[in-house]
């Protein structure tokens, strides 16, 4: 991992906060650190394709997450759709390079929040943005997670567990 990039990504991340005119938005949470990413899509046409016109998002706690979600929100700007799905946690950390095991998953949890986004399209966009508005109030999103995920949001041991919201 290129820890110059990584120190630059966390003093200073890219496109971090909500998009108020969002086409789409996901959330993934992980019970066992207790993190959650989230991210919201603008999408656009060009030359006849549906393709990112910018990507934002929000993280609490983990600093790779941030720094992930950052790189990849950049790289998401002028991508389809499809190319955009193809793309793993490996692809979206770009110039950080391969993350340690034991952040691994802080990867994955941008993807998520990537594949989240992607599958909800547009379709939902009013719906999901109005409950992430109304997670962003009270108790706030890390509340929201806690919230979300019930009693999954507990002690747990084993496997870590991502869940799409
Ligand atoms: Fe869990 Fe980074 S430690 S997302």
């Keep these: 991992?290129?820890?110059?990039?990584?120190?630059?990504?966390?003093?200073?991340?890219?496109?971090?906060?909500?998009?108020?005119?969002?086409d789409a938005v996901g959330t993934v949470g992980n019970p066992e650190c207790g993190?959650?990413?989230?991210?919201?899509?603008?999408?656009?046409?060009?030359?006849?394709?549906?393709?990112?016109?910018?990507?934002?998002?929000q993280s609490f706690g983990c600093q790779t997450a941030i720094a992930v979600a950052s790189m990849a929100t950049e790289m998401l700007k002028g991508r389809t759709v499809e190319e955009a799905r193809?793309?793993?946690?490996?692809?979206?950390?770009?110039?950080?390079?391969a993350l340690p095991p034991m952040k691994i998953h802080c990867g994955q949890m941008v993807e998520g929040a990537l594949k989240a986004a992607l599958e909800g399209g547009e379709g939902v966009k009013a719906e999901k943005v109005e409950k992430v508005e109304k997670a962003a109030a009270v108790p706030g999103l890390q509340g929201n997670l806690a919230e979300s995920l019930g009693e999954a949001a507990g002690p747990r041991v084993g496997k870590v567990k991502?869940?799409?919201?």
């Excluded at 991992?1 to 969002?22: C, F, H, Q, T």
């Excluded at 490996?90 to 390079?97: A, F, K, R």
Aim: net charge negative; aromatic share 4%; glycine share 10%.
């Design 35 to 57: 993190d959650m990413v989230r991210m919201w899509l603008k999408f656009t046409e060009k030359d006849g394709r549906k393709v990112i016109d910018k990507a934002s998002f």
């Design 86 to 97: 193809g793309m793993t946690a490996g692809d979206l950390s770009g110039p950080l390079g």
């Design 162 to 165: 991502v869940v799409l919201q």
């Design 1 to 22: 991992m290129n820890e110059a990039v990584l120190n630059d990504a966390i003093a200073n991340p890219r496109n971090l906060g909500e998009m108020a005119d969002a």
